[in-house]
């Protein structure tokens, strides 16, 4: 499989990067494209730490997108094991199969005249138990064996325990997987794979020193206006910088829950329905649910909301 006929052309230079990413709506920086370009070309993971809701996992739907490969996500938790990561063998297919070599036993012995006879038939149906078509691909080796490559998103690995964390490390070194009873299974083409982190525990140092490191953290208030643009019609230039504005202002104040980038996107969408030109006090109020999905916050941010109103809409 040669670097020409994989879906990673595109994959050329850091300001390519960018362009694609915006062509399917998400707004880069130079930091995210760069990371995605030393990522690709040195064939190492990149880890992204960084508060829920800034886009972690939107970056690696995008890439997928933008390269026109497959993604493959494995949601971490805990106890998550390699079996539910890696592969599982089909058993219902072994149990048809050995039904069906039950009723055939017959034939299958004729003219095995000594035990030893018998049990070297018998053997080689066993192998067939735990071939490959037996076995049941989860994420990480289905994103392995992508022709074109694929993008591999491992989401949220800090909910993992440390001993899954360990086998990652082994799995993503040489993107490579043994399976005892079938032996090595190379990656065809090694998948982009990108490990997002919300920092509920520390990491270990030898999965951070196998990734690049990109830190997201929410956008700044042009660029949260330039992601609503390019996934919302219709917004005017009054309007967004209002309602970004407003946004960023919730995410100074001491609440349980930042509203989230898509958040941010879906209040515009809702404003676009109410026939909003225009924040004001009442809008706001009666659609403050879409932002902060916590009823605290709610009661938290009300005292602040006609100041917050006041602040994004005067000239």
Same mark, same amino acid.
């Given at each position: 499989m040669t670097q020409d006929s994989t879906g990673y052309e595109a994959l050329t230079s850091i300001e390519a990067i960018t362009s694609g990413l915006g062509s399917v709506g998400y707004i880069s920086t130079r930091e995210i494209s760069t990371a995605i370009y030393l990522a690709h070309h040195l064939r190492k993971p990149v880890?992204?730490?960084?508060?829920?809701?800034?886009?972690?996992?939107?970056?690696?739907?995008?890439?997928?997108? #933008?390269?026109?490969?497959?993604?493959t996500r494995l949601q971490c938790y805990e106890g998550l094991d390699e079996g539910k990561a890696l592969y599982e063998w089909k058993y219902g297919k072994q149990l048809l199969y050995t039904q069906l070599l039950k009723e055939k036993l017959g034939e299958v012995m004729e003219g095995a005249a000594t035990l030893d006879a018998a049990f070297t038939k018998l053997t080689g149906?066993?192998?067939?138990? #735990?071939?490959?078509? #037996?076995? &049941?691909?989860?994420?990480?080796?289905?994103?392995?064996?992508?022709?074109?490559?694929?993008? $591999?998103?491992?989401?949220? *690995?800090?909910?993992?325990?440390?001993? #899954?964390?360990?086998?990652?490390?082994?799995?993503l070194s040489d993107y490579q997987v043994t399976v005892p009873e079938i032996g090595t299974i190379r990656a065809n083409v090694p998948p982009l794979v990108v490990l997002t982190s919300?920092? *509920?525990? &520390?990491?270990?140092?030898? $999965?951070?020193?196998r990734c690049l490191h990109l830190h997201i953290d929410f956008p700044e208030a042009e660029r949260e206006r330039q992601i609503v643009r390019a996934r919302v019609d219709g917004v005017s230039d009054d309007l967004l910088k209002q309602l970004v504005g407003f946004v960023q202002g919730l995410r100074d104040l001491d609440i349980r829950k930042r509203p989230s980038i898509s958040e941010t996107v879906d209040w515009a969408r809702t404003l676009l329905l109410m026939h909003a030109s225009e924040l004001d006090e009442e809008l706001v109020r009666s659609t403050l649910n879409v932002l902060l999905k916590h009823e605290s916050d709610i009661a938290a941010v009300d005292r602040d909301l006609p100041k917050l109103t006041r602040e994004v809409t005067r000239v």
């Open positions: 880890l992204i730490e960084g508060p829920a809701g800034v886009g972690k996992t939107d970056l690696a739907a995008s890439m997928a997108r #933008f390269l026109d490969v497959p993604m149906f066993e192998d067939l138990f #735990f071939s490959e078509s #037996f076995l &049941e691909p989860r994420p990480l080796l289905t994103a392995m064996q992508q022709d074109r490559g694929s993008v $591999l998103l491992i989401d949220e *690995i800090d909910k993992s325990d440390e001993e #899954f964390e360990a086998y990652l490390l082994e799995v919300n920092n *509920i525990r &520390e990491l270990g140092d030898a $999965l951070k020193r």
